[in-house]
Structures are given as structure tokens and as C-alpha cells.
T-cell receptor
Framework: GNSVTQMEGPVTLSEEAFLTINCTYT??????LFWYVQYPGEGLQLLLK?????DKGSNKGFEATYRKETTSFHLEKGSVQVSDSAVYFC????????????FGRGTSLIVHP | EAGVAQSPRYKIIEKRQSVAFWCNPI?????LYWYQQILGQGPKLLIQ????????DSQLPKDRFSAERLKGVDSTLKIQPAKLEDSAVYLC??????????????FGPGTRLTVL
């Protein structure tokens, strides 16, 4: 079956620190990979995506590269801000007649001034 | 472009009562998803529709949960009777699923259900 494993949180950083949130996956088939963000009290929003190996998704200073050889899609940002405090979800979909989505458990990020 | 609409935003019921949630997806999106998100966990897919047909409902507790999307547009998720463990946020999402946007989902704000 398909699964997504994220690093345990919370991740606590000071403003302007470097961020890495690890995500690895297993999939039957060729997945598309996603990072979603959930700000406090809000629904999930797509942050970035990558649909094939070696693609790099980027948005709002966040980046993630689809690594097929290591089955990973780690999220990075060079300098975090307090406003980045949220829960980040790694997810995949696999085409098999339809795009069945699988989410990780989420990683909480707390950024202090 | 309007986003995914859900109602109500909050609902408090007692166990063994019934409850229904409504979702209106983004116009033109053929695929609609219902998720259950328990506090501290990632969303768990309950059911996926393609137009008005069910694609996957393998994780839907069919003895108490039901969902329909009669005209291939908006959808209703029902719980009857509710249990304490059904307390969660119920998320609706939709997607267009062209080859470029493969699998990208757009989420509504969710309905927070509390079962007492």
C-alpha cells in the first residue's frame, strides 16, 4: 500500500533559522508528491508539488525536491518567519484509475521571534 | 474563483444523534473527497467521488457513515448514529485532475464536530 512518513514534531526554531522537515514515502506506482500547510484555525492549503522525479516544487521561499532514489520529498526553507508557524503535511497521490491521496501525520512548526 | 464551501463550520451533538455536513466544490471540479481529521493526525480519506460515482470508500465506516453526490456537484456526508470517537474535523476537498494538476486538491475550511 501507500504510506507517508514525516518527522515527529514540534519543530521549534528561531526566526531566520534554516528549516528542514523530512518526508519519505512508499507507493505502488508512480506518485505525485505534495506539501500542504495548515495555519491555526484554517483548512489545508497546497504549498508546493512535484509530479516527477528530480522535479523541484517551490513557493513562498519553501522548496522540496522529488528524490525517487531515496523516496523522499523533504521540505526546506532558508530563513523562516514567525508567520510560517503552522502544521505541514506531506502527501502523495498515485494514479491507478483515480488519484488516491495519502497524507502523513503532519509536523508542527513553531517559530519564535 | 470561489473556493470549496462547507457548512456548518461547527457542530456539537450528543452520542447516538445524527448529523449531516454539506460541501460545494469548486466549479468544474469532477473529483470530490471527504476526509476525517482527528486532532493531531493527518487527514484520513473517507470517500472519493468522480462526478456522482464512488471511486473509493474503503475507509468509510458504512454501518454509520453515508455520503452522496447526486448530481455530480455538491455532496452530503451523514453520520447516524454518532459515537464519541467521531469527534473530528471533517474536510471536503475537490480536484480538477488534468495531467498538469494531477492530484492537486483544494480544501474547504472544514466542519468541526464534537460528540458529547
Amino acid at each position: 500500500g501507500n504510506s507517508v512518513t514525516q518527522m515527529e514534531g514540534p519543530v521549534t526554531l528561531s526566526e531566520e533559522a534554516f528549516l528542514t522537515i523530512n518526508c519519505t514515502y512508499t507507493a505502488t506506482g508512480y506518485p505525485s508528491l505534495f506539501w500542504y500547510v495548515q495555519y491555526p484555525g484554517e483548512g489545508l492549503q497546497l504549498l508546493l508539488k512535484a509530479t516527477k522525479a528530480d522535479d523541484k516544487g517551490s513557493n513562498k521561499g519553501f522548496e522540496a525536491t522529488y528524490r525517487k532514489e531515496t523516496t523522499s520529498f523533504h521540505l526546506e526553507k532558508g530563513s523562516v518567519q514567525v508567520s510560517d508557524s503552522a502544521v505541514y503535511f506531506c502527501a502523495l497521490t498515485v494514479s491507478g484509475g483515480s488519484y488516491i491521496p495519502t497524507f502523513g501525520r503532519g509536523t508542527s512548526l513553531i517559530v519564535h521571534p | 474563483e470561489a473556493g470549496v464551501a462547507q457548512s456548518p463550520r461547527y457542530k456539537i451533538i450528543e452520542k447516538r444523534q445524527s448529523v449531516a455536513f454539506w460541501c460545494n466544490p469548486i466549479s468544474g471540479h469532477a473529483t470530490l473527497y471527504w476526509y476525517q481529521q482527528i486532532l493531531g493526525q493527518g487527514p484520513k480519506l473517507l470517500i472519493q467521488f468522480q462526478n456522482n460515482g464512488v471511486v473509493d470508500d474503503s475507509q468509510l465506516p458504512k454501518d454509520r457513515f453515508s455520503a452522496e453526490r447526486l448530481k455530480g456537484v455538491d455532496s452530503t456526508l451523514k453520520i447516524q448514529p454518532a459515537k464519541l470517537e467521531d469527534s473530528a474535523v471533517y474536510l471536503c476537498a475537490s480536484s480538477l485532475e488534468t495531467s498538469v494538476l494531477r492530484g492537486t486538491q483544494y480544501f474547504g475550511p472544514g466542519t468541526r464536530l464534537t460528540v458529547l
